[in-house]
């Protein structure tokens, strides 16, 4: 299920999915670690003697944000009890504390009493194992905790603090369902501690006048020990719960003005999804640098795996992104990321984990062939591609400088000489959608694209011998290019090579979206006719001809394929990025207004098919136009962002 509206920080990110129970609570990095384990939050009330879960299908519910802001504007409507709960969520802009204000609305013509009900599935440090619940007296609150992580929960009405019910129980473990049970009824036990496999759940009275409303806030702190959350705690009733809320909002508000620009004609639901998408980047950066593909937990029902990992390539394309928007401070943290990882050798591994550490991989360290590695070469030449970038635009040297021997010069070192001999170009690696091996056409464009980066610097930094080497490199790598990567005979680009012998060469002429590589980081002008041949079969080959719309990854597609009766109406899934690269090659052969109309038909198809709160997913349902896969994706909305800059900057150019 979708994760519609994320809230972050940098240090602790709080996901709802589309029937708003909070699903994942991750802490202290992003995508690091999830202490819900994708277990639902529950959020219930109870009105003269019923009760209902938010998510039950009694509630019509309207999941958005408050413009240019990372603060919730929920509402859910309960027709048949005359109610309207008014939400608003979001996680302090400098403090690890979760906040909800709740506007209980009472539409009826009687005063009521209304109950509250928080149910929190804690599976800390991702495992049920050993977690305590338990209640603290002396404020009325609950307290949750394992090893060094804390969470101090806490609740407040326009009278009074604390909670007033609450229960702490055992879940999972000899049939019990959890203490979120023991609310359906309206009144929780009381029960003060539990320990093991744990949850617990509160609840707050509130009475609401007639065709009045009455708020209470709720929160959660997260810390690395007990005097930590309590401070926290303190910190949220002497400020107030309301203040912190207006902070978040004003300081958003603040940090989204960066993008206030000249949009040209770009329509309004445009231009809304462009700054969403900028605030939904910023909640998956984590403070230590690292930039999160995916926190939607749901995805672990695949493989038992997530995307809550930094996978360099997607990394190095948001922080594009973000310093295209003007964000350099994010970027500059990711690549300062990438220089403590980068391996000895000047490579990069599969993917990372926040905190630095290797995450999870299927590429095998094992093979016949010499000189092997499992790993995917674009990474780490995008790396220093996006660098250059970032550089082109700052011009920050003193930011630069402890970059430039350990990150640049290394990564550069291991992409000169990473490569085959007789044709010049990169030894085989995995592609960038990690299913295949080989000489792979969007490697070769990313890899020379991160060698003419590294020519840049070593000639900014003064050292000519080495920007020469890193350019011969390059040329090599075109020539190369040229002579083997180029098929006349089908009059395209093979997607990749399989070099099992000087005279053993299996060509793959797959159509693949992947191929605009070759042009965009540099390799090729996009009105080389090659290049235009290529993305002609691209939009006439991979264009899912539904109502839905927009381009497939390849031909035959088939992961989380949903379609497979009618491949040539549906090759595969659409995916945002591979539609959002067509707008980009139209961008840039865009010699007119008029050329750029296909583009802006690119950018309304993305909004028009993003979630309500501007979420963008991975692919797209065929037939539906649902999100499939994970949402957000990180990736997605950097190709958005990206796409909308370049339009502007093109348009421009015209006036």
Same mark, same amino acid.
């Given at each position: ?6 809230? !972050? ?108 009900? *928080?149910?929190?599935? *804690? ?6 194992? !050993? ?19 804390? *969470? ?21 473990? !000899? ?38 409303? #009455? ?29 912190? /809320? ?56 695949? =493989? #038992? ?155 900014? *930094? ?54 605009? !590589? ?31 719309? =927009? ?50 038909? /690119? ?53």
């Amino acid at each position: 299920m979708p994760r519609d509206i994320p809230v !972050g920080n940098g240090r602790l990110l709080i996901n709802f999915d589309r029937r708003y129970q909070m699903r994942d609570f991750y802490f202290p990095h992003v995508g690091k670690e999830n202490h819900s384990n994708g277990h639902p939050f529950r959020f219930g009330v109870w009105c003269e003697g019923r009760f209902a879960w938010v998510h039950s299908d009694d509630w019509v519910r309207n999941l958005k944000y408050l413009d240019d802001a990372l603060v919730t504007q929920v509402e859910l409507t309960h027709p048949t009890w005359e109610l309207r709960l008014e939400c608003n969520d979001c996680v302090d802009f400098h403090e690890a504390v979760y906040l909800k204000q709740v506007r209980v609305v009472n539409l009826s013509d009687r005063d009521r009493e209304l109950r509250l009900f *928080f149910s929190h599935d *804690f599976h800390i440090s991702e495992s049920e194992i !050993g977690d305590t619940a338990y209640f603290r007296p002396e404020d009325r609150s609950l307290v949750h905790y394992k090893g060094d992580r804390y *969470f101090f929960i806490n609740c407040c009405t326009e009278d009074k603090c604390g909670l007033d019910q609450y229960a702490c129980g055992v879940k999972e473990v !000899g049939g019990n369902e959890g203490t979120w049970r023991d609310a359906e009824d309206g009144v929780l036990s009381g029960n003060p501690i539990a320990q093991g496999s744990v949850d617990s759940a509160c609840a707050v009275h509130v009475q609401v006048p007639a065709m009045g409303s #009455r708020s209470v806030k709720y929160w959660i702190a997260a810390g690395m020990s007990y005097e930590e959350v309590k401070g926290i705690n303190r910190t949220v009733l002497r400020k107030t719960p309301q203040e912190m /809320i207006t902070r978040t909002l004003n300081y958003w508000r603040l940090w989204v003005s960066r993008t206030n620009r000249i949009f040209g004609d770009l329509p309004v639901d445009v231009v809304k999804l462009f700054k969403r998408s900028l605030m939904i980047l910023r909640t998956h950066v984590d403070d230590g640098g690292a930039i999160i593909a995916g926190t939607d937990s749901d995805i672990a029902q695949f =493989g #038992r795996d997530t995307y809550c990992y930094c996978w360099m390539r997607d990394g190095a394309l948001v922080a594009y992104a973000l310093d295209l928007a003007g964000y350099f401070v994010p970027a500059t943290r990711f690549y300062d990321f990438c220089r403590q990882v980068l391996t000895h050798e000047g490579y990069f591994l599969h993917k990372y984990n926040a905190d630095g550490s290797a995450g999870s991989s299927w590429h095998p360290w094992v093979s016949e062939m010499p000189n092997y590695l499992p790993i995917q070469e674009d990474e780490t030449a995008l790396v220093l591609w996006a660098l250059w970038k970032h550089f082109e635009r700052y011009c920050d040297v003193e930011a630069l400088k402890p970059l430039y021997r350990p990150l640049i010069i290394r990564a550069a070192e291991f992409l000169w000489q990473y490569r085959d001999e007789k044709t010049g170009l990169p030894r085989p690696s995995y592609d960038l959608w990690e299913e295949r091996r080989g000489v792979l056409s969007f490697t070769t464009g990313a890899v020379y694209g991160g060698l003419m980066a590294a020519a840049n610097f070593a000639q900014a *930094f003064g050292e000519s011998e080495l920007a020469e080497k890193y350019q011969q490199a390059a040329s090599e790598i075109r020539t190369g290019t040229d002579n083997y990567l180029w098929r006349p005979e089908a009059n395209r680009f093979a997607r990749r090579l399989d070099l099992k012998s000087d005279d053993d060469v299996e060509v793959d002429l797959t159509v693949d979206a992947s191929l605009y !590589g070759l042009s965009y980081f540099g390799l090729y002008p996009p009105d080389d006719p090659r290049i235009v041949a290529m993305m002609q079969a691209v939009e006439q080959r991979l264009w899912v001809r539904t109502p839905v719309g =927009g381009v497939a990854r390849y031909e035959n597609d088939s992961y989380q394929r949903l379609r497979s009766d009618d491949l040539e109406r549906v090759p595969g899934n659409p995916w945002f990025i591979c539609t959002l690269w067509l707008a980009q090659w139209r961008i840039a052969l865009a010699q007119n207004r008029d050329d750029l109309h296909p583009a802006l038909e /690119i950018l309304e198809w993305t909004a028009a098919h993003a979630l309500p709160s501007g979420a963008l997913s991975e692919q797209l349902n065929p037939d539906t136009g649902e999100p499939v896969s994970v949402c957000p994706l990180t990736w997605s909305h950097a190709a958005y962002v990206t796409v909308v800059l370049e339009y502007i900057e093109k348009l421009a150019t015209f006036d």
